[in-house]
């Protein structure tokens, strides 16, 4: 049975390929935060919390297999009823694209503790209801093998629907920034994050030249060497006082250090 999955999940990610987005993203080194080219990050996803009859979007999400979301352990409230729209751009419209999806279960790591955000295990997975059809503008990101580290410095991106600047409104269209990557022997100095940043974490970001893009359990997109996109991270937290504070980089969840557990929950489930 487990194989019979393992051998299912290898034939759809062959399939679909990861990383490989039809739209190419913009990347050519823009200082600060901008529009993205619209699709360009099929894997992103709006996380949408229900309030009364309507639905508000709360967090972002990468789509890692079919039926699979990787989120923030943090975007996840007890009682709340969430859904997933894929192959969304600018939330202000219908542009055609999108799909939405039920959540037909959420698994939020056992370790995450609200109360102890600097000890991490900041992650969820969200199984939909059913496959969002792949396409042009919602395809699957790939998942790094176990332990990988960016190097210091890697041009990795920050994408999501949060705030433009410090305290600034919500952008509709989903917005992209370059941050690249902090060591952890660097981002855990005492100026720095010192230790509430973990190794199970990855810092990005930090200083002048970065963005202030993105949100709570969106990606931290980062190009393989063979020309993908991975997710290497998983937005986690932020200094509380500006978006981008010098030597206050943005922190993830690495997902690297999370694989087994990853491929445990997708196996399980
Ligand atoms: C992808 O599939 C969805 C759902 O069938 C559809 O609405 C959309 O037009 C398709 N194509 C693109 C490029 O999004």
Redesign the pocket.
Known sequence: MMLTLALLLLQVAYVFGCGAPAVKPDANRVVNGEDARP?SWPWQISLQVKHGSRFHHTCGGTLIGPRWVLTAGHCIGPGDVYRVVL?EHDMSQQE????IRDILRIIVHPMWDIDFVADGNDLALLKLDKS??M????GVACLPEAGEIPVHGAPCYISGWGNLYTHGPMPDKLQQALLPVVEHGVCSRSDWWGINVKSTMICAGGDAVSGCNGDSGGPLNCLGRDGRWYVQGVTSFVSSRVCNEVKKPTVFTRTSAFTDWLSDVMLRY
């Open positions: 699709h192959g055609g694209t999108e799909q969002p059809v396409n042009d503008s919602v």
